[in-house]
């Protein structure tokens, strides 16, 4: 599998994009992880709440406790110490409602930041990288095969070729027709080179 150019400017030009690509990657999985962690942040004052619902709600429920032991007025004073510890429990349900927030706008953000990127990659430098290997590879293979696939490279010069790159070749046509070697390198050796194989 030809995974990269022989030429030396094609090959660095790939090797400096993959670079880019991992370095982008690990930069988007970098800054996700920062906003995670600084988003996060912002659970302090439902965890605030969640305590002070919590503590709230044991105090009213130890004064309500203590309070209907009292003769007469016990049971009447416990039922209003008890209505104190229900909103112990609703600043303490609105604690973590605030905490599930937090986190999921956290967890959203990284997400997102992360995925941009990623995706990006995937519709872009993926496809270019994929389609390089497959010519790349197919090319050296029929470099491999000798004259007969020097023939066919040179065929898909002439039939795909630009009208320059056929014209710097001489004679293209009368010399593919009448089999002459060096015109057919030389069209073999302009497709390789389209390709990013050497001769």
């Avoid at 490279?153 to 002459?180: F, H, I, K, M």
Wanted: no cysteine; glycine share 10%; hydrophobic share 50%.
């Amino acid at each position: 599998m030809q995974l990269y150019a022989e030429r030396p400017v094609r090959r660095t030009a790939q090797l400096v994009s993959d670079l880019l690509a991992v370095l982008l990657v690990v930069f988007a999985v970098w800054l996700g992880t920062s906003v995670y962690d600084q988003v996060m942040k912002l659970r302090a004052p439902g965890d605030g709440l969640v305590d002070a619902g919590t503590g709230l709600r044991g105090t009213f429920d130890s004064a309500a406790n203590s309070a209907d032991g009292i003769p007469l007025v016990g049971a009447a004073l416990a039922k209003a110490l008890h209505g104190g510890s229900d909103v112990g429990t609703k600043l303490t349900d609105a604690g973590h409602w605030q905490i599930e927030a937090v986190e999921n706008l956290a967890w959203w953000l990284a997400a997102v930041i992360i995925a941009l990127p990623v995706l990006t990659l995937l519709v872009s430098w993926l496809p270019l990288r994929w389609h390089f290997t497959r010519r790349a590879t197919a090319a050296a293979r029929l470099r491999a095969l000798g004259d007969d696939g020097l023939d066919l490279l040179a065929l898909r010069a002439l039939a795909t070729g630009s009208l320059p790159r056929l014209a710097a070749v001489g004679e293209p046509a009368n010399g593919w027709r009448e089999r002459d070697r060096d015109v057919i390198e030389k069209l073999a050796g302009h497709e390789l080179a389209r390709h990013g194989l050497a001769r």
